[in-house]
């Protein structure tokens, strides 16, 4: 009787091992699902984005965890701020986050911010290193230029620093802890 009780899950377990000898249909579903094409892109870049309504392009940073709040208005533009998002476990006091905000008027957004705080130096490499991945799977599926931007702003030693990419200009800010990566849309 105990050997039958242990034979039993043994037996279970012995049955959920890939697929069955000879179940030609079963292999094919493995292979099939290996080779899945990568989701298409949300847009085709900065400038598709900026023309977008505003609820549907901060819908796309919704859709990507980037957990933006109301656009509404802030002054004379309107905005919205994306709650900040641990990159981290820091020591007490100190944080460690990566931020969104979209900026622009009542139609369109005009602009997109990053903005990454590393206050716990200890844990400095591996919160960079998280941001850079998290804001750089946001801008590939949504299909946004910049990865490279990103990479050299998130360096210790990164300097401020301005320049263009496809359908956007950009402007890497530096202050203490603070970086803020800025993407805003290119005059006509």
């Keep these: ?12 377990l012995a049955g959920c091992g890939g697929t069955a000898p000879g179940n030609a249909a079963g292999a094919e579903n493995v292979v099939a699902a290996e080779n899945v094409a990568a989701p298409a892109a949300e847009t085709r870049g900065w400038d598709e984005l ?4 505003a609820s549907e392009a901060i ?6 965890s980037l957990r933006p709040g109301a656009y509404e208005v802030m002054g004379d533009m309107h905005m919205s701020h994306g709650a900040p998002i641990s990159l981290a476990d820091t020591a007490a006091g100190k944080k460690n986050t990566l931020a969104f905000t979209a ?27 998280r941001a850079l991945e998290s804001i750089g ?50 005059s006509n």
């Design 59 to 64: 819908a796309i940073f919704e859709k990507l």
């Design 1 to 12: 009787m105990r050997f039958a009780l242990l034979l039993l899950p043994a037996l279970a």
């Design 137 to 186: 799977n946001v801008l590939r599926v949504a299909g946004l230029d910049g990865e490279a931007v990103v990479k050299a702003a998130l360096t210790a030693d990164a300097k401020p620093a301005t320049g263009k990419v496809a359908g956007a200009n950009y402007a890497v800010l530096r202050k203490d802890a603070r970086t803020t990566i800025n993407f805003t849309k290119q």
């Design 50 to 53: 900026f023309a977008k309504p």
């Design 103 to 129: 900026s622009g008027d009542a139609s369109q957004l005009q602009g997109v911010s990053f903005d990454v705080v590393i206050e716990d130096q200890a844990q400095a490499e591996a919160s960079r290193q």
